[in-house]
């Protein structure tokens, strides 16, 4: 089975902190995602990467930065973190072209901003 | 017009009884289409995928994909109380080239009544 795990399931910083939320991956994916879903807005994605070290921005990156430096893992970066990146936090990855593109994801990290 | 397309509901059906779970898609040339479920606080789970036209049965969930009116549907047979969660249709869309791209729709949330 496809394994995604996130490093925490719930996260309180304070305005200003700088974040990293990391995501690890068991199946040697090619492709990875981070989503932010929050009410009425369904999900949205921030960035996502599609080889090692390489990285697209995706409908919302705006105070957002990502890591890609082994193949396994994807980390996000909230630089500075601010009341309106109070979220829910999905990392997905899928395998390449040919293998069907099912995205799998992690737990979620809910991340409160104070 | 939204590139994927889902009636927000609440569907809400008897326990027993058939749901049927629509999405309209905007990019005439997707190729691959999938149904996630979504519990309450908890991430999407990849429950169908289907690539060409026609009916796929899995269990209780049958998706069924017409291109030509880019229209892609989840049926749930037997519907029971556990069944009640969010349902969100995605699309793989043109240009994503291989990097596993999805579009998702913003869910249709469904009940099962005892």
């Known amino acids: 089975d496809v394994k995604v795990t996130q490093s925490s399931r719930y996260l309180v910083k304070r305005t200003g902190e700088k974040v990293f939320l990391e995501c690890v991956q068991d199946m040697d994916h090619e492709n990875m995602f981070w989503y932010r879903q929050d009410p009425g807005l369904g999900l949205r994605l921030i960035y996502f990467s599609y080889d090692v070290k390489m990285k697209e921005k995706g409908d919302i990156p705006e105070g957002y930065s990502v890591s890609r430096e082994k193949k396994e893992r994807f980390s996000l970066i909230l630089e500075s973190a601010s009341t309106n990146q109070t979220s829910m936090y999905l990392c997905?990855?899928?395998?390449?072209?040919?293998?069907?593109?099912?995205?799998?994801f992690g737990p979620g990290t809910r991340l409160t901003v104070l | 017009q939204k590139e994927v397309e889902q009636n927000s509901g609440p569907l809400s059906v008897p326990e027993g009884a058939i749901a049927s779970l629509n999405c309209t898609y905007s990019d005439r040339v997707s190729q691959s289409f999938f149904w996630y479920r979504q519990y309450s606080g908890k991430s999407p789970e990849l429950i169908m995928s289907?690539?060409?036209?026609g009916d796929k049965e899995d269990g209780r969930f049958t998706a069924q994909l017409n291109k030509a009116s880019q229209y892609v549907s989840l049926l749930i047979r037997d519907s029971q109380p556990s069944d009640s969660a969010t349902y969100l249709c995605a699309v793989n869309p043109l240009g994503s080239g291989n990097t596993g791209k999805l579009i998702f729709g913003q869910g249709t949330t469904l009940q099962v009544k005892p």
């Open positions: 997905a990855s899928s395998p390449p072209k040919g293998r069907g593109y099912e995205q799998f």
């Open positions: 289907i690539y060409s036209n």
